[in-house]
């Protein structure tokens, strides 16, 4: 993996969150142009508002499919893991041993925590 694509992934969640706010600001933006173009005169600004809600549309669009920096991560760590020959041979000690150390590192983290809030 680059650092380009590593960045990339980095801000999905930042695409979305902008995504979203196009999408608000646009909505309202082209439904004021929209009223204010409703008759013969304010041709431009029916038009305007069209595209102006358009973009609003691709803005949905945008932050209901681009996935977010952990779904992304998931998509991309997940298959490998899961095909992975190495992985799948491992020995059942190895992975007992694994759970051990995490159950450890997870219980020391909560007495950390409990330790701090008191």
Wanted: contains cysteine; proline residues 3%; glycine residues 6%.
């Amino acid at each position: 993996m680059t650092g380009w694509q590593m960045y990339w992934i980095l801000m999905l969640d930042n695409l979305c969150c902008a995504a979203a706010m196009a999408m608000i600001l646009c909505g309202g933006i082209g439904a004021f142009l929209l009223a204010m173009g409703h008759g013969e005169s304010n041709r431009k600004a029916l038009m305007a508002g069209k595209i102006v809600l358009t973009i609003a549309a691709i803005s949905v669009l945008l932050a209901i499919f681009v996935p977010s920096t952990k779904q992304m991560a998931a998509i991309i760590v997940v298959p490998k893991i899961v095909n992975s020959e190495q992985v799948q041979e491992m020995p059942e000690n190895l992975i007992e041993l694994a759970n051990e150390w995490v159950k450890d590192k997870t219980e020391s983290l909560k007495g950390t925590e409990h330790e701090e809030t008191n």
